[in-house]
């Protein structure tokens, strides 16, 4: 047996309520709690996304399906399984708490609706261990409101009960009053009832429930997978077997699934335009920039993967940007050709103790939208943006409106950029200073993203930059390229420049540099 060193710091355990599936509906408490968490044990029903807001944690997962196929080689008794797993989580809750650890106990749902969360809080009381609860967005009341059902309605249904259908094995007797429940008249929301519906059914109508009773099954509520099955007390279970759902499902029962109909779906969260249901995105840019797509993707219906294909890092040396910046009332024009161009200039400016006063005498371009509500950000509001997002675009329309003849120029931009822009403006009659505001490099941890490629796992790659390609066609071989069937979808021309270097056609490009153009060929 392993052996651990007791801490004199006092460690402490936090259950935190993960929501149903949809990462969007974890509570800002939870959030801030898993920041600052030393360990997370996360449960099968805790969508991974919300890791990535413990980067600093050490996350461990305890759930059932590995001890499951464990047991099963071990031919132990599924009520053996779950004992003996939870007997380990339990055990390793105490150990991390005893090692002075602020531990988070990360459950699906709410931890104190069917999900064990008072018996493992007793479990550390008995062991004079701290421990406190967040509570979550229980699945009960969040999945049928992401399907369009209202639990409670003062015409239909004054009343809701939560009933699970799978209760303690080591029960001798049920503590349902199924006969009680069949007379009922308001909603039931039955939990884990997906394996037991022929039973479940039959034992309601049997103590007096219509088989005409309105009843919807929803599998994984709340996520893009949703799927949603109704039916009749007599009538779910062949079109449940029909549908072949999974778990994790729940069902609700009452006249409240008729509100479907009546209430214009809009009304709900979860009732969007969902061109991209079911289907697997992914999304390499740096998560500081990519909660805008992935928040509209999602809206589309989409799964969404973010892994960071690149890093975004200030400049090896500041000593030329510095130098620029005391400059700056010598330039006529500065030129934001990025997003990241604009946050790391001005972020430079605030930690020289200046501020945009110092740029009033120059006029600002910006190429694309994003560039621009950078800008916006800082107070600007750009005097020049060009109607395609291209830096070659940019130097003609400029030249044709403006003109370059006599003017001084200052391009804060990224490390890896060209020449090219500066040559136009040089052979325009202008002159530019290019100076490196950021460096960009290939992330470290690109295995991800080549196992869940060769798996066949994604079905688009949304690129918004030349080094996303880059970085993407440089984690695969040439072989597994061409055998590569993800549709890569490109922001504009320069990016899908970058992929036919390495012999690869992009399936769409956007018509509208932007993330507009994106979601339109992305549906259309």
Known sequence: MSTFKKSSKKGSVIFVGAGPGD????????????????????????????????????????????????????RLSHKREIYIQQKK??????????????????????????????EEMAFLKEHRIRAEVIPGVTSGTAVPAYAGIP??????????????????????????????????????????????????TRVLMKNGMSGRRKITF??????????????TLATITKKVQKADLRAPALAVIGEVNELKKAIPRAIFSQDRARGLEGKTVLVPRPEHQAATLKERLEHLGARVLLYPLIDILPPANFKKMDE????????????????????????????????ARLISRARIGAIGSATQEALNRYGISPDFIPKRFTTRDFANEFSRKIGF????????????????????????????????AYRTRRAKKTAVVKKVLLAGYVDYVVLTSASL??????????????????????????????????????????RTHNLDGLMEVLVS
């Open 151 to 200: 639990i409670t309605d003062r015409r239909l249904a004054s009343s809701v009960i939560f009933v699970t259908a799978h209760e303690d094995p080591s029960k001798k007797e049920t503590m349902v009053d199924w006969p009680w429940l069949a007379r009922f008249q308001g909603t039931i929301i039955l939990f884990m009832v997906l394996h037991t519906i022929d039973q479940t």
């Open 89 to 118: 989580t339990n055990r390793l809750m105490l150990i991390q708490a005893q090692m002075g650890k602020k531990v988070v106990r990360l459950k699906g749902g709410d931890p104190f609706v069917f999900g064990r969360g008072a």
């Open 324 to 355: 620029a910046i005391h400059k700056v009332h010598d330039f006529d024009w500065i030129f934001f050709t990025s997003a990241n161009g604009v946050h790391s200039f001005f972020q430079r400016l605030f930690r020289l103790k200046k501020d």
């Open 469 to 510: 390609a880059d970085s993407l066609c440089c984690c695969l071989t040439r072989e597994q390229l061409k055998a590569l069937s993800t549709r890569l979808v490109s922001i504009g021309p320069v990016t899908s420049q970058a992929l036919r270097k390495y012999g690869l056609k992009p399936w769409r490009q956007a």
């Open 405 to 436: 003849r006599g003017k001084k120029i200052l391009l804060p931009r990224a490390d890896i950029v060209t020449d090219d822009f500066m040559k136009w403006i040089s052979d325009c009659g202008g002159t530019a200073c290019q100076l490196v």
């Open 23 to 74: 990462p969007g509906l974890l509570t800002l408490k939870g959030a801030s709690v898993l920041a600052s968490a030393d360990v997370v044990l996360y449960d099968k029903l805790v969508n991974p996304q919300l890791l990535r807001l413990a980067p600093q944690a050490e996350t461990i997962y305890v759930g059932k399906s590995i001890e499951a196929k464990r047991a099963k080689k071990k």
């Open 218 to 231: 929803i599998e994984k509520g709340t996520v893009a997978e949703q799927k949603i099955v109704e039916g």
